[in-house]
């Protein structure tokens, strides 16, 4: 059994019935699909038997968390560490981070199992920008991103984490990342697969080595490249 947000227990037939509301969403089109996915947010968060994941929603959003529900930090007292095998830690306000230059693109989000979100606008401060600012010492490897979920974690390569497409996203589709979205900050790394870009960002570790995170750990690929 899950819980809603209130704590109330989601059953089963519950959650065949919104089955039935995918199938509907599928034939009528993205905006109800749109609609449900978001109704869908936080009933899939706090869904330990994955049957939400069942909804057929077509091309839009699906809501994960690998611990069931997580506290949503204040914008105005965010901060996001950035140390390890640095020459210059620091931490970032999210005031700080806006006051950054800031990439802006669209691309698509790809999940590893199969679904995906088409032209999703992302604007955000380029990794590799606040990694040239810490300086890697000789010995880094690798960057450890962590989520302040407590539990989540996941691994690039140095060279991976300083590609173009591979930012501390503050905005899509022109607002703020939503809690749902994994806010008020989150990675995004557009040739990679979705679990590469942590959601509810807190850390970004640079390591000496480049061991599996959370899901990789998990069977994942490593590299999370997506095949084109």
């Known amino acids: 059994m899950g ?9 089963r037939r ?9 199938a509907l969403g599928v034939v009528t089109g993205a905006t109800v699909q ?39 930090r204040d914008a105005a007292t965010y901060t ?16 700080d981070l806006e006051a950054l230059p800031q990439l802006s693109f669209t691309d ?6 199969g679904w995906h979100v088409p032209d999703v606008p992302w604007t955000g401060v380029r990794v590799a920008d606040l990694l040239e600012r810490a300086a890697p010492t000789t010995d880094a490897v690798g960057v450890r991103f962590h989520s302040f979920d407590g539990t989540y974690s996941v691994n690039m390569t140095l060279d991976q984490a ?6 501390v996203a503050l905005r899509m589709y022109g607002e703020p990342v939503t809690h749902d979205h994994g806010g008020p900050v989150r990675i995004y790394s557009g040739s990679m697969y979705g679990y590469k870009s942590t959601k509810w960002l807190s850390g970004i570790e ?20 997506i095949d084109e």
């Open 3 to 11: 819980a809603d947000p209130d704590g109330a227990p989601v059953g």
């Open 14 to 22: 519950v959650v065949l019935g919104l089955l039935g509301l995918g």
């Open 34 to 72: 749109d609609g449900l996915s978001r109704f869908l947010a936080p009933i899939q968060m706090n869904d330990p038997t994955g049957l939400t994941s069942l909804v057929p929603l077509g091309n839009t959003w699906r809501y994960y968390s690998v611990t069931g529900a997580v506290e949503p």
């Open 80 to 95: 996001l560490k950035v140390d390890g095998l640095v020459d210059h830690p620091s931490t970032y306000r999210l005031s």
């Open 108 to 113: 698509d989000f790809h999940c590893v199992t």
């Open 162 to 167: 300083r590609a173009d497409d591979v930012v």
């Open 206 to 225: 640079v390591t000496d080595n480049d061991d599996p995170g959370y899901w990789e750990s998990r069977g994942y690929p490593l590299d999370g490249i």
